[in-house]
């Protein structure tokens, strides 16, 4: 029994890698690459499997790196177990310790604070699942259901297409997949998991810094209103979690204790989910370099780059490293392209920070304002905030001009805790801090139903055109399809029963019952089609009997 405590990660480890070992060595090409299009019912896509994802000389790579790592495996068997009990003891103590903190805490509050907090929460909670129910399964997150979590673990951590995959939420998600077959349950059930811990953990973080529990209450709930936050903590994606990745770093960061195991797997939890989370680990580094041993600090971010690595390997093999760096979403733009859109997107990037819908510029102008004034305010807590929270700011956007990129704005999310700390202190000279409990409740319940429905005030225009799609193509129950539009297409392979046969790539030889064209394309033979519905992004017509 003392054994298998002590040695069971390592022999379930070196157990797998045989296995795998084993399948590849005994299996040749052939048969290997057909039984895995069969496993995922892709024979029709057998000849693109071998000569893109799994060809003969990635098998044969697969095959001696197979035998490596059950070499090295053995080799470092009792170090592997060393290194797995004092991460596996550290991590209860770490627990242990933060639990009783969290309780003396929680003690030492008054019954108002305790009151506003829970209440607020219970809040959260019935408008995320009441949202989460009501709101259209969105196509990032089917796109990411039906080619990653549905598929299983393995091709989630192979397949990377662009970054669509965010990988270590679509692996959370697989795991509710074991227990639900609901697609939306899957995909979303984490997010609002993730979101109530967020506003927990910081709430008490913010407690143990000089913030009054009213003021840290206030920017956990400003934080849960914004409607760019408060959308992506009930949808299937993994932008909520590589944001509570960034407020644990930030903890890490500034606390006086030793940096610990715990700073690098936030960060490679958060690389691991979302590359782009390197935006934010460069001021980390750079601010952690002057405050603590930078031959220290300097190794904990080696480490973070190493196992950041590790993780991305099956991606980097079967996907290449061009899917990574070098997809559509991230190459630069031409120097002159760049130059002329760059200040547009700052000056909307200061209003996505605000959450406001501002005129061009006027973002950027009332956040000047802000930093100023809180530049001016006394005491060293104010000042090393303004400090740090310019660099994670401005950093970012001096990085971008040296790639000549302007990424999607919810790559900024991990922001916006820092904006809103920014907003409640400047507010705290003007509001007593005895009632910014019933702001924090006001803001909640008004806040998110009065945004939400400013974003939303026209309906889900696009998803209600997918929903008539649908149920007109499922009431003549057609046995194939033509989808000319990408996003109809990944929206229909999932709503669509499994008999009926969609295409994205028109054949000739085939009758199709439906085709589904992209307004775009209207140049695409429709003889003997009868068109039945359009909107303004496809149009769907149906074969003349």
């Known amino acids: 029994m003392k054994y298998i405590s002590k040695y069971w990660l390592p022999t379930l480890l070196s157990s ?51 035998v490596l790592l059950f070499i090295v495996t053995l080799y ?102 074991l227990f639900s077959e609901n697609a939306v349950f899957v995909m979303r059930c984490p997010a609002i998991i993730l979101g109530l811990l967020t506003y927990i953990i910081l709430f008490f973080i913010l407690c143990r810094t000089s913030l009054s529990p009213f003021l840290a209450l206030a920017v956990s709930s400003l934080l ?16 909520v979690l590589y944001t509570l990745c960034a ?27 979302i590359p782009t989370f390197v935006y934010f680990l460069f001021p980390a580094f750079f601010i952690g370099f002057l405050r603590k041993s930078y031959k220290q600090w300097v190794l904990i971010h080696f480490s973070i780059a190493i196992l950041t690595i590790i993780c991305y390997s099956p991606i980097l093999l079967f996907s290449g490293w061009q899917s990574l760096v070098a997809n559509s979403w991230v190459k630069p733009v031409s120097f002159d ?48 905030f303004y400090f740090s929270a310019l660099l994670f700011i401005l950093l970012p956007l001096i990085i971008l001009c040296i790639q000549q990129v302007t990424p999607f704005f919810r790559i900024w999310l991990y922001l916006l805790p820092i ?24 803001c909640v319940l008004i806040g998110i139903p009065f945004l939400w429905n400013r974003e939303f005030k026209e309906g889900y225009g696009f998803y209600e055109g997918v929903s008539k799609v649908c149920n007109f193509i499922q009431e003549n129950k057609p046995s194939s399809i033509y989808v000319g539009d990408s996003d109809y ?49 496809i149009q769907l017509y149906h074969r003349l009997k």
């Open 16 to 66: 797998a890698i045989a296995c795998f070992m084993l399948v590849l060595w005994v299996y040749s090409y052939e048969e290997f690459t057909m039984k895995l299009a069969i496993t995922y019912q892709k024979e029709d896509k057998l000849s693109l499997i071998r000569s893109q994802y799994v060809t003969i000389a990635k098998y044969s790579v697969l095959r001696y790196l197979s």
């Open 76 to 177: 470092f068997f009792k170090k592997l177990a060393i290194l797995y009990q004092k991460l596996y003891y550290g991590l209860l103590q770490e627990v242990s310790f933060q639990k009783q903190l969290v309780v003396n805490e929680w003690k030492g509050f008054s019954i108002n604070i305790k009151l506003y907090f829970c209440g607020i929460g219970v809040v959260l909670l019935f408008y995320r699942i009441y949202y989460a129910y009501i709101l259209p399964f969105f196509i990032d997150e089917v796109f990411s259901y039906l080619y990653f979590v549905s598929k299983g673990f393995g091709v989630t951590i192979t397949y990377y297409p662009g970054p669509n995959n965010h990988v270590c939420y679509n692996l959370l998600a697989g795991i509710f997949s």
């Open 224 to 239: 849960q209103v914004m409607f760019s936050y408060h959308y992506y903590a009930l949808s299937g994606r993994g932008y």
């Open 247 to 273: 407020i644990i770093l930030l903890y890490q960061l500034f606390k006086k204790s030793n940096y610990t195991i715990y700073y690098v797997l936030f960060a490679v939890v958060g690389l691991y989910t």
């Open 337 to 384: 392209v760049f130059i002329k859109s760059y200040g547009i997107y700052v000056a909307n990037f200061f209003n996505y920070l605000l959450g406001l819908d501002l005129d061009i510029y006027w973002g950027f102008v009332l956040f000047a304002l802000i930093w100023v004034v809180l530049y001016f305010m006394r005491g060293r807590h104010n000042k090393e």
């Open 419 to 442: 904006s809103c700390t920014a907003v409640v202190l400047l507010l705290s000279k003007l509001i007593p801090v005895k009632y910014w409990g019933i702001v924090s409740v006001f």
């Open 489 to 537: 297409y990944t929206l229909l392979s999932h709503y669509l029963s499994k008999s009926t046969s969609l295409d994205n790539s028109f054949q000739s030889n085939k009758t199709y019952a439906f085709l589904v064209l992209s307004k775009n394309n209207k140049k695409f033979p429709t003889r003997n089609y009868q068109l039945v519905f359009e909107n303004e992004f």
